[in-house]
């Protein structure tokens, strides 16, 4: 019983680990490979994008987008970022003009050039409420001990085991030592009776 339940805490620690693991690559992974990652937070591109998708965003030369391409970008002063379609392109005044999908007419203001953050390449459907979760407090902390906690309980079985291993051998010595020294006390006359027994 004990063995099976052991087993299955092991699979079980083993697959949360692995997803965290997974979960990490993707947030902090994709950095190195030069993507920036965005939650969707409104509706306004769906159905390309639903609310909780995380999308990865890679840096474009601006004068390669098209109009039709998806543009995230910085939307105003407070630096809320957005993504939206490319409606039509202003190339003198350096504007896209965009719109979502969802939204009946264009964005009231026009994008320049110099606040596009990228163009965005692919999404995990929903891995943004993960990503926020996870980067922001308590949700940090959290993810952190838990992590923590899995591998010390993934280790500690193990670690357990190793000390009864090291410990067995130790155990019987003392044993033997102990049947030794009671031999060495017994008067003369039992030990040679022992020995004619024998």
Known sequence: MKKSMRKIWNITSAVMVALM???????????????????????????????GDLIYVKEVDVNTVQVGDDITFILNEDLVVATHRVV????????????????????????????????????????????????????MY??????????????????????RVKTAPAAE?????????RLMTEPDEMRAQIQQET
Do not use: W
Not at 173 to 181: G, V
């Open 21 to 51: 693991i997974f979960c990490a690559l993707f947030l902090m992974g994709a950095r190195l490979l030069g993507y920036r990652c965005f939650t969707v937070l409104t509706g306004s591109m769906e159905p390309a994008y639903q609310v």
């Open 88 to 139: 039509r392109i202003d190339a003198e005044k350096q504007h896209f003009y965009t719109k979502g999908l969802a939204n009946e007419i264009e964005d009231g203001d026009p994008v320049h050039f110099n606040n596009v953050i990228g163009v965005p390449r692919f999404r995990i459907p929903k891995l943004g409420y993960v990503s926020d979760f996870v980067q922001n407090p308590p949700g």
């Open 142 to 163: 959290i993810a952190v001990a838990g992590l923590a906690v899995l591998l010390m309980l993934a280790f500690l079985p193990d670690f357990r085991i190793g000390r």
């Open 173 to 181: 010595r003392c044993d033997a030592e102990a049947e030794n020294a």
